[in-house]
């Protein structure tokens, strides 16, 4: 990142320390924060992560039982200021879950404060998370507080904690704390900082991170004002963005119906008469989701997942059926299956219906795309009993 204030100047006061212990170069010597993953991939209960690979990023999560349970996700309302609305996992507001198989981003600096939100009278006010500071100072401290090495390093230094504040109380007052720097500092100035997935990949992310764009020392940075996405290492681009939204995305629940005559949803099917197939969608067809990030009350930067019609094809356990597949199966136009045998006695023909959507993404700074590995696909399955037509002759 370019130099403008490298946070922060009362903090160097410690990074000697810091540099004393680190165990290795470019990597902070500080103890996992509560809730995130150790590198064996173990987790603390306020982020949880199991063998199986759930994780959360700045907020509560649940751990899936080893062996069962639903699949690996991480939770959808990520700290700071990046939201993902529409039709997300677990439903709307601040639950959800991301699904781990679209790979979002293990770990990013968001834009988390303007330069008015650095300093108030009384700081630090911490309230126990990141999340609630009010402030910079407060968030500084409130990251801090859950590194103990970094706490004791701090308190062995005179007046540090002091010198700290008042580099977040010079910003306040449109001062710059690094000698020869950029003045003076405004109200569109941007303090950034990281954010990581709940996992051992996540943290481990976020280490490297810190070291390559020198917040090695800190948990924010303060940025002049520049346009979104514009190629600063480390900072979230749209594309991070279409990541957390399709791994957030919740494609909808399907149902198959056989409907023999047109009139009812039976079970029954006879054999060489053609039984309507159609699916149903809950919410709806063609699911969609936005992932943005925010700072001082409007967006800065979003990502929008669309999908397209969904795509039918229509398979059954009988080995001599006759599928006429549309593709689309609507209740309008149904597929049609012809059973050439009726079923052993409890033993019924599954209808299986496989669900495909393209699902596209675009952004808020012109980013367009696809995302096509792992595909985006739901089964549903339906089964049938087929019996032979009776026929009275005589």
Same mark, same amino acid.
């Given at each position: 990142?370019?130099?403008?204030?490298?946070?922060?100047?009362?903090?160097?006061?410690?990074?000697?320390?810091?540099?004393?212990? &680190?165990? /290795? =170069?470019?990597?902070?010597?500080? %103890?996992?924060? +509560? $809730? @995130? !993953? *150790? #590198? &064996?991939? /173990? =987790?603390?209960?306020?982020?949880? %992560?199991?063998? +199986? $690979? @759930? !994780? *959360? #990023?700045?907020?509560?999560?649940?751990?899936?039982?080893?062996?069962?349970?639903?699949?690996?996700?991480?939770?959808?309302?990520?700290?700071?200021?990046?939201?993902?609305?529409?039709?997300?996992?677990?439903?709307?507001?601040?639950?959800?879950?991301?699904?781990?198989?679209?790979?979002?981003?293990?770990?990013?600096?968001?834009?988390?404060?303007?330069?008015?939100?650095?300093?108030?009278?009384?700081?630090?006010?911490?309230?126990?998370?990141?999340?609630?500071?009010?402030?910079?100072?407060?968030?500084?401290?409130?990251?801090?507080?859950?590194?103990?090495?970094?706490?004791?390093?701090?308190?062995?230094?005179?007046?540090?904690?002091?010198?700290?504040?008042?580099?977040?109380?010079?910003?306040?007052?449109?001062?710059?704390?690094?000698?020869?720097?950029?003045?003076?500092?405004?109200?569109?100035?941007?303090?950034?900082?990281?954010?990581?997935?709940?996992?051992?990949?996540?943290?481990?992310?976020?280490?490297?991170?810190?070291?390559?764009?020198?917040?090695?020392?800190?948990?924010?940075?303060?940025?002049?004002?520049?346009?979104?996405?514009?190629?600063?290492?480390?900072?979230?681009?749209?594309?991070?963005?279409?990541?957390?939204?399709?791994?957030?995305?919740?494609?909808?629940?399907?149902?198959?119906?056989?409907?023999?005559?047109?009139?009812?949803?039976?079970?029954?099917?006879?054999?060489?008469?053609?039984?309507?197939?159609?699916?149903?969608?809950?919410?709806?067809?063609?699911?969609?989701?936005?992932?943005?990030?925010?700072?001082?009350?409007?967006?800065?930067?979003?990502?929008?997942?669309?999908?397209?019609?969904?795509?039918?094809?229509?398979?059954?356990?009988?080995?001599?059926?006759?599928?006429?597949?549309?593709?689309?199966?609507?209740?309008?136009?149904?597929?049609?299956?012809?059973?050439?045998?009726?079923?052993?006695?409890?033993?019924?023909?599954?209808?299986?219906?496989?669900?495909?959507?393209?699902?596209?993404?675009?952004?808020?700074?012109?980013?367009?795309?696809?995302?096509?590995?792992?595909?985006?696909?739901?089964?549903?399955?339906?089964?049938?009993?087929?019996?032979?037509?009776?026929?009275?002759?005589?």
């Amino acid at each position: 990142m370019n130099k403008r204030v490298v946070f922060l100047a009362g903090f160097a006061l410690v990074a000697g320390l810091v540099a004393a212990v &680190a165990p /290795t =170069a470019g990597v902070p010597a500080f %103890a996992a924060p +509560a $809730g @995130t !993953a *150790s #590198a &064996a991939g /173990t =987790a603390s209960a306020a982020g949880t %992560a199991s063998a +199986a $690979g @759930t !994780a *959360s #990023a700045g907020g509560a999560g649940t751990a899936n039982p080893p062996g069962g349970g639903p699949p690996p996700t991480y939770t959808k309302t990520v700290s700071g200021n990046v939201n993902v609305t529409g039709n997300v996992n677990g439903g709307g507001g601040g639950g959800g879950s991301y699904d781990e198989a679209y790979n979002p981003p293990a770990c990013w600096l968001q834009p988390q404060y303007n330069q008015p939100q650095s300093w108030r009278q009384g700081d630090p006010q911490t309230s126990g998370s990141p999340q609630a500071a009010p402030d910079a100072d407060s968030f500084w401290w409130s990251m801090a507080l859950d590194y103990p090495n970094l706490e004791a390093l701090i308190g062995h230094v005179p007046q540090g904690a002091q010198d700290i504040n008042n580099d977040f109380k010079m910003v306040q007052h449109g001062q710059n704390d690094v000698p020869g720097g950029q003045n003076p500092v405004t109200s569109a100035w941007v303090w950034w900082a990281p954010n990581w997935l709940d996992d051992a990949a996540g943290w481990a992310c976020v280490q490297g991170l810190l070291g390559d764009v020198d917040m090695n020392n800190g948990f924010l940075d303060l940025e002049p004002p520049q346009p979104p996405d514009n190629g600063t290492p480390g900072q979230i681009t749209s594309q991070d963005l279409a990541g957390l939204a399709r791994a957030a995305l919740q494609l909808p629940r399907v149902t198959v119906h056989t409907r023999p005559n047109a009139q009812t949803d039976t079970t029954s099917a006879y054999v060489n008469a053609a039984t309507a197939v159609y699916v149903t969608y809950n919410p709806g067809p063609r699911p969609s989701d936005t992932a943005s990030v925010s700072i001082g009350g409007g967006v800065y930067l979003s990502a929008t997942i669309t999908t397209s019609a969904p795509q039918v094809q229509i398979t059954t356990t009988d080995p001599g059926a006759v599928i006429d597949d549309n593709h689309t199966c609507s209740q309008q136009a149904p597929c049609r299956v012809t059973f050439d045998s009726p079923t052993p006695t409890g033993q019924p023909y599954t209808i299986t219906a496989t669900v495909t959507w393209t699902v596209t993404w675009t952004t808020s700074d012109g980013r367009t795309g696809v995302f096509t590995n792992p595909p985006s696909q739901v089964q549903a399955s339906h089964t049938v009993i087929v019996r032979e037509i009776q026929t009275v002759t005589g």
